[in-house]
């Protein structure tokens, strides 16, 4: 689950990072939100 939070934290800063360029900005907002479904099956099947 660390594991997830840092791709979490890491999708962030380049969602950060790509502010004003728009295939940098789709890109990373697509590893952001795959991120959270990967983190959302995760605690969805439990321990």
């Given at each position: 689950?660390?594991?997830w939070l840092l791709f979490i934290a890491s999708s962030v800063a380049y969602i950060v990072a790509s502010?004003?360029?728009?295939w940098a900005m789709t890109g990373s907002?697509?590893?952001?939100?795959?991120?959270?479904?990967f983190v959302w099956a995760h605690l969805r099947e439990g321990p």
């Open positions: 689950m660390i594991g502010v004003g360029h728009f907002l697509l590893f952001f939100v795959a991120c959270l479904i």
